[in-house]
């Protein structure tokens, strides 16, 4: 059992210093997104994503919430990235590509870190379900472990997010995530797919 735990431990410690690097490495993008005149429609959201994931982060809440607001934040992400690859004005402009190039391999690192938690956490699980041993391991305080797996999340996008993204007006809505599992994949797939609006544009990666 402590071998198990030790493994979640360690798989837990790499997810978050993943997850937190990704939420120091965004604010340099939005910066050069900034400059860059990008629509502010895509940095209003991304702002709030990133506010989002720190606070409940420092509010130490769950880890179903927290997953839900770092899918916020991917998605967010994913929409800044996919204007910056398809706009003329920014493809040779390193200012911008080195921060979204630094953030695509922060989050394929995400991607390996959370599945080896959930395949950490998986173990612990069938073991504490296990016949004798889920016994043993209840006996010494072993329990079901949650998954990393994004929950619904309402992203606010308020006059003091869109102030600070720049956006005067045409503040979009409330951006509403569906549940999705945590599930390993390329760059560029629709492991969440966004609807409505952003349909087509590259998903989240959790």
Known sequence: MRRFEGNLTASRGLLDVELKRRCDQAPELIAAARAAAMPSEILAPLVGA??????????G??????AGSENALSVALH??????ECNPNVKHDWAIQRPALELKV?????????RVYNDSATAVNRLVRSVPAGFVARLVGGQQMPLFEATVVE???????????????DVPPLARLHDEV????????DTVAPSGRDAGVPGALL
């Open 106 to 114: 922060t989050e394929q690192r995400i991607i390996g870190a959370a």
């Open 182 to 189: 945590v599930s390993p994949a390329p760059l560029h797939d």
């Open 61 to 66: 809440m769950s880890l179903g919430e927290q």
């Open 79 to 84: 929409r800044l990235m996919f204007e910056v």
């Open 155 to 169: 992203l606010p996008v308020g006059p003091d997010v869109a102030a600070e993204a720049h956006a005067l007006h």
């Open 50 to 59: 990133r506010s989002l994931a720190v606070a409940l982060r420092e509010q």
